[in-house]
């Protein structure tokens, strides 16, 4: 074993605010540490090297999302694919061994070593960019960590969080496996300190246009979202609202915008004006994993039951984006199979903040804006007339169909503590297992309730 190994994916162009530079360097797949990061310019290609693998297939490539889509439903969704794997999840059954979960949690830790390595050389980076490198950065392992804990320790509000195992801390690259590296789970509570401490610096210091890659307003959005996870909804409302008060972005005018598709067939396209933060995926770089399961112009395996196109209003825009193939029906939002990954969306942001300034009432709003305000923004762009009065059901419901899909069900049933068929929303199958492999190798992991 190579102990000062580690990986790099090289991309040609490195976009650098909203300017492209040309990295004149040998394409490579591995660099010895002593060589990789000794200039900015290894810096700045290792930092797109974790976006890179931060958008693995099996991480914000999609499949975390569209798995917690299988795990969190009952009856809404159909699945017929013959991956044994997503199966399980589906099934609520899954073994210590399943190799999707197992990928995801690889996966997530290679993104988390990759911006370890960067944040372990700041010092060789240009003055005029350090912040911006370290807010990436940070960025990512704060969003890393966040999905991680979420899908492989208890919810926030089952239990004690600050007892709860979550996952463990690698806050100092790994060059090699020593007794020291085989560390404990963190507790749920550490974890969620960790991905916010890294997204509020994010946000401090990165810039407010940065191409496609992670912004101030990404920062903002990831951290609107932790802390709806944790029912903080005043620091939920504030994230939200200086997303939406940055008028960086605008909900597209109808909803299918939104996720838009080629009329000549999958090409790619670039990010919306509503993509808070996008994976970017083409012909050779990427695969969204929405696309993959969800589209019947690809594997097609999940279908849209009569249980969840019922809960649409008649006129509702949102319903006449689902089609009907081959006797099944499957939602339009994942059609470009080279589509970008849409992981935030400004319409979450509204939601965001109505739902929790409606728990917050009767304190006065944050941004000055009503959640019936925000709520009828969302269904006037749909095509629904404005609602006169709101209730904390009409708002769930309207994230439910606005969000519907896009990894959100898992996660909005364990803070909401609904329960999945005869399942409570705290049943230990509703965690994903510590993958075995991981255990073999670091006795200090310990299992996961029902496992």
């Not at 190994?5 to 010895?32: H, R, Y």
């Not at 809404?76 to 997503?86: H, M, P």
């Not at 890393?144 to 806050?171: C, E, H, M, Q, T």
């Not at 959640?371 to 059901?393: Q, Y």
Request: charged residues 20%.
């Amino acid at each position: 074993m190579q102990n000062k190994i580690f990986s790099i994916i090289f991309l040609a162009i490195l976009m650098l605010g909203n300017s492209c530079k040309k990295l004149e360097t040998t394409p490579t797949q591995s660099i010895d540490e002593s060589v990789a990061l000794n200039t900015n310019a290894d810096v700045q290609v290792a930092l797109v090297g974790s976006y890179s693998d931060l958008g693995s297939a099996d991480f914000y490539g999609g499949l975390p999302f569209v798995a917690a889509e299988l795990l969190g439903d009952f009856n809404e969704i159909s699945w017929s694919g013959t991956f044994q794997g997503l199966t399980q999840i589906k099934n609520k059954a899954i073994p210590i061994d399943n190799g999707f979960v197992t990928r995801t949690w690889l996966s997530g830790y290679r993104a988390i070593n990759d911006v370890n390595n960067i944040l372990g050389a700041l010092a060789v980076v240009n003055a005029n960019q350090k912040d911006r490198v370290e807010g990436e950065a940070n960025f990512i392992r704060g969003a890393a960590y966040f999905d991680l804990v979420r899908l492989f320790g208890k919810a926030w509000n089952d239990g004690a969080p600050a007892s709860n195992p979550g996952v463990p801390l690698i806050l100092t690259p790994t060059r090699g496996i020593t007794d020291a590296d085989q560390k404990p789970r963190n507790t749920v509570a550490e974890v969620y300190a960790q991905v916010i401490q890294d997204l509020t610096n994010a946000e401090a210091k990165l810039p407010v246009s940065n191409g496609f890659f992670a912004t101030k307003g990404s920062a903002a959005a990831m951290l609107a979202r932790v802390y709806l996870q944790k029912g903080d909804y005043a620091n939920a409302a504030a994230a939200a609202n200086r997303v939406i008060a940055s008028a960086r972005y605008s909900l597209r005018t109808s909803y299918a915008e939104a996720f838009p598709v080629s009329p000549a067939g999958p090409a790619q396209i670039s990010n919306t004006t509503e993509d808070v933060f996008a994976i970017q995926v083409n012909a050779t770089q990427g695969v969204n994993s929405f696309n993959v399961h969800f589209s019947s112009n690809n594997r097609g395996d999940i279908d849209i039951n009569d249980s969840h196109l019922n809960l649409y209003e008649a006129g509702d825009s949102r319903r006449d984006l689902f089609y009907l193939d081959g006797g099944s029906v499957y939602t339009g939002k994942f059609e470009n199979a080279y589509g970008n990954v849409r992981l935030v969306r400004l319409a979450e942001m509204y939601l965001i903040r109505a739902e929790s300034n409606f728990r917050l009432l009767p304190a006065a709003p944050v941004g000055a804006v009503t959640p019936l305000a925000d709520i009828n923004r969302i269904r006037n762009r749909a095509g629904l007339p404005s609602l006169v009065t709101l209730s904390l059901a009409q708002i769930l419901k309207e994230r439910k169909l606005e969000l519907a899909f896009e990894g959100f069900r898992l996660h909005d049933v364990k803070r909401l503590q609904q329960s999945v068929g005869v399942l409570p929303w705290n049943a230990p199958s509703l965690v994903y297992p510590i993958p075995d492999r991981e255990r073999r190798v670091n006795p200090n992991l310990t299992q996961n309730e029902g496992y």
